[in-house]
């Protein structure tokens, strides 16, 4: 069930275990809030470049253990290996989730996966730190594939090169809305704090995540936030957690009004009548494209006729914009059509 049915299911804790005390009392703290259901922190850190900490290993886990006897919570977190999988398992950590990085590698994943056969325990996927659906899919299936039956995934964004981000990871968001399109069942968690690298935009980022129908929240707590060890920029304290949970707004998305109901069925079915015009246009059009690939053929001139394409290209977003459409929007499609008509081109050239 989605968060826009009824309140959220968040997963909260420190990035890193640092202490006992740290890791208890941000436990104790966060019990309190009745939406946080699950305890996070990180025993083994992945860090992109050596030097900064790198968890403080498997002497944490005995401090999970007793976040599980002196709360309600339970707890998760990170494995990157096999031998993490052991260790965690002696400490009956109840979810475990799989890290960014590691997602992006399909041989530790299997390790992983090796190493929990037969084991019945949730896991939980992060996306890969490149924008590739396929290798989260591929993540979560190698799961599937071993026998494990409670799998969900987690976006916390994509590494990016771009200088004027605002985020630390760029959320393109129709990929998580993407992977929920193709796998319904399947639940989606978002991570504002990794997405953002600062806490001044997490709550915006949850309230974000609640307007797309994610189904639950993981977000970074510590007791001192400036002062943690890993992650300091991004990390609340409980207090905050428990406002951005208390201020999020629900969309009405789901209550029932059957003449509303009614007026929108009518406008999906003229849409799905101009989509299908769409697509008798577009097939018409690629007839075309293939004639003038046999003729391109015979002459033996190029597929690819740039000035073609800029000239094309310039026309659309002139006749979109006397249309009232996005500039942006003629633009796309257009160079993703013409892409494609020259692949069909080239294919027919060369056959
Ligand atoms: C984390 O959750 O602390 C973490 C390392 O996240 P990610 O794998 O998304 O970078
Ligand atoms: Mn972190």
Redesign the pocket.
Known sequence: MSMGEKSPFIIAGP??AESREQVLSTALALEKIPEVHLF?S?IW??RTRPGSFEGIGPIGLPWLKEVKEKTRLKTCT?VARASHVEEVLKYDVDVL?I?????ANPFSVQEICDALKGVDIPVMV??P?NPDLALWLGAIERLEMVGIKNVSA?F?GFSTYETDSRFR?KPIWRIPVELKRRRQELPLIC?P??ISGNRKLVSELCQKAVNLNFDGL?M?VHPTPEQAW??AAQQITPESLSEIVNNLTYSKEHIKNVQFDNEIEKWRNSIDIIDKEILDALAARMKIVEKIGLEKKRIGITALQLQRLDQMLKERVYQAKEMGLSEDLAHDIYNLIHETSVKKQIEIMNH
Request: proline share 4%.
């Open positions: 990035c890193s996070r990180g850190k992945p990170e989730w890290g960014a990085r590691t997602t992060k996306n730190t987690i916390r990871n991570d704090s990794h993981m970074e890993s992650d």
